[in-house]
């Protein structure tokens, strides 16, 4: 059941699914266009785009919606000065459920108030200590991974980044609960893709699997809370757990576990994504994985949080381009609140809205040869995503500007430097160019990238 304050009476209605007046289609019955979209969402934007202009009505697994299409939208949307549009209500169907509480799942007043709670946890004092653990255990796993032909990268990097995530967000010295609390968490993302949504108990359901981990977790969290006020710990938690409100009260201890478990969400299979992408890209153009190793050695032993900058200007680029091509939100979604106009259409109250970064990031009228990896394109000389502030838009923008930006950054950065430090990675001989892509939720390869390790000496 749903609850609304004052003010907030849109979240109790319904979606608005009459967008007929829109040009536009809809696709097959209920699933719409999900299934072009998952292998190849550029194309079929694209065909909408050509066919109906760059606003257009489109649906996605049971929910109609109006795509806006290029920068210009996602100023609009992200921006929002006259609070036109609801995030909340935009992720309510996917993420209200497993996520409620969550800072993207909030509006307006109430966002701005909860969105203060996780600020200390982002400042550069905490980067720089978290970059200490995110660096001793991006070096000691990468060293223990074999010299190996056919090395499934994407479950190493997904096991990897979640117990940096256990360690950086919830602390030291939980080694014996990271495995419990793993499962929890990816029987809660096995659920926000269950197509049966009842929580019943005893049919084995993948939905009702997803709710217990996030009970669990729910459980997990609020228990740690009291410790953790009292304590001077540096992990993502303490801060949220110690934050007062402006009126010098703490937050309960739902609100902090509420904010943990969508920090995980938001955090994990996004960096996931940018790090496989990003390998499988290096794997294959050797010539770019060389110019960064030797970028990465010429650092020293280890990167500082110093390094994040202008220090290591290639991994800069090379993080940029990777997020342009597979952004890891390939679309970000807000409802109207109440009736308004885009691109010269009538869109009632309560219609879902789609902006779409994997569109604007490939749009030939900006970008050079669109379809190919090339960093260069964020260099100095070139700078093709400076042509419009909202052209580039992989963390989004406005209020709900990505909170983890800095720490997403850090992150790519210190695992792709200790990997090379320690590997030379390349491609299985006749491996398919392009190769097969899942792009929803989050881009991954379909074979889990089956990369070839050579260690090297430096290592
Ligand atoms: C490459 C990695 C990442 C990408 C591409 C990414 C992208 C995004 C985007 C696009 C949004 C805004 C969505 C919208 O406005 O509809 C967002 C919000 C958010 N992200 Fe990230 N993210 C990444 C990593 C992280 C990390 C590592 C964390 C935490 C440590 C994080 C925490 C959050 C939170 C809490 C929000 C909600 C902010 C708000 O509503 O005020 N993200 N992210």
Redesign the pocket.
Known sequence: MKSAAVGQEYVLRKDNRNLNHIPGAYGLPYLGFMIPLLKDPYAVLKAHYDRYGAVSRSRLTGQNMVWALGPEYNREL?MDPQQLYS?RM?YDAPLGDFFSGG??VRDFAE?KFH?RI?QSAFKTSSMQHYIHSVNTLASRTTREWPSLDGFHFYPQIKSLLLEIGARVFVGVGLESDIEHLNKAFLDMMAGTLAIIRKDWPGLGLTYRRGMEGRRALERYFEGLVPAKRNDDGMDMMSHFSRERSEDGELYPDKVVADHLI??LL??HD??TS?LTMGSYYLARHPEWQDRLRAEVLSLGDTLNYEDMGQNAPLLEQTFHEI?RMH???PQ??RRTIRETELGGYRVPADSMVAISPIFCHRMPEYWKEPHSFDPDRFGPERQEHKQHPYLWV???GG???????H??DM??KCVLAEMLRNFRFSLPAGYADPPAIMHFPFAKLMDDLPLRLERLSHG
């Open positions: 992200v995030a935009g800072l993207l966002h969105r996780m969508f920090l938001a955090a996004t960096t940018a997020l952004p890891p939100v970000m979604m992989p963390f989004g209020a709900h500007k990505c909170i983890g930006l720490f997403a992150l790519f």
